[in-house]
């Protein structure tokens, strides 16, 4: 059975998702951050239009459940900027939540990522999970678990919020070793915090997709590395894995702000790609990697 691509709006063939950002927010907030929250439809608007009039097509948003990802909006949204949206299921670090909702939905976490996935009045396209720094913590090997149960009901793509780049290792280690999730269903998250290409060349090699934020603002002291790691991957043979976003997770970091938002993934950082790394692997980052790392052959439980 072939793959499709579940957005917002119903599930599409993967050549037809287009440019892609791989990893943004148009909606998320946190108790952690309070302030932060990026929670306004116009402006969440204003973004994909500014994305779309450069050749966007797609977007990915994985603000996971419980955290203001305001799905019922992003019909009308993909609609009116033409933009296609795939959301997000999935649950965060444990700081992100009430700590007596995280206790009542503790036990259910699967059905709850299952439902999302194939029942839901929007359905999401994928399972968004997180690690602790240089480890994982017991809330994320739970969350995991449950992410690899709902994988394995479904064929989602999971992806994975790497805290400060760091722990790739364990994650797949417990993903796809102890829960026997295949590695190209895996979405390392954030790799571009934690510029050690020698562990992104370990991730890419056990097979999982690499995802690169930026640039963004908490990038700013490793953006200089991005186009290194990705001609390191590359040069490696692992061009076909990797995935590029914006990740905008506040309003100053959004185009109209202070930036640089989702625009400028075309507008200033895949011209250096072209130009640098060459068409061939700015094509595959941006349209064709996408269209395979979120594709799943779905199915219901």
Request: proline share 6%; aromatic share 4%; with cysteine.
């Amino acid at each position: 059975m072939r793959g499709m691509i579940r957005t917002v709006l119903g599930d599409i063939a993967p050549e037809e998702l287009g440019v892609c950002d791989a990893h943004d927010h148009l909606f998320i907030g946190s108790p952690a951050l309070p302030g932060q929250e990026l929670d306004d439809p116009e402006a969440a608007l204003a973004e994909l239009k500014a994305f779309a009039a450069l050749g966007g097509r797609a977007v990915v948003q994985w603000t996971p459940w419980g955290m203001g990802s305001r799905t019922e909006r992003l019909p009308a949204l993909s609609r009116q900027s033409g933009v296609r949206i795939v959301s997000a299921t999935g649950m965060h670090q444990a700081k992100h939540y009430d700590p007596a909702e995280l206790e009542r939905r503790h036990g259910g976490l699967a059905d709850l990522f299952i439902h999302e996935l194939t029942d839901a009045p929007v359905k999401a396209g994928m399972i968004k999970v997180a690690g602790a720094y240089h480890r994982l913590d017991d809330h994320a090997r739970h969350v995991m678990t449950a992410a690899a149960e709902a994988h394995h009901a479904t064929d989602a793509p999971i992806g994975v919020h790497l805290e400060a780049g760091t722990a790739a290792l364990d994650v797949l280690d417990l993903l796809c070793g102890t829960h026997e999730v295949a590695p190209h269903r895996v979405i390392l998250g954030h790799l571009h915090r934690f510029p050690d290409t020698r562990i992104h060349r370990q991730a890419a090699e056990a097979g999982a997709f690499l995802a690169f934020d930026g640039p963004s603002r908490v990038n700013h002291g490793t953006d200089w590395r991005l186009l290194d790691s990705l001609s390191a991957l590359a040069d490696a043979g692992h061009a076909q894995q990797i995935l590029l976003g914006a990740d905008t997770v506040t309003p100053s970091a959004r185009s109209d702000a202070d930036g640089p938002g989702m625009p400028f993934l075309l507008s200033g950082l895949r011209p250096r790609i072209e130009r640098e790394l060459g068409l061939d692997l700015a094509t595959a980052i941006f349209v064709g990697n996408p269209a395979r790392a979120f594709a799943a052959r779905w199915r219901r439980p």
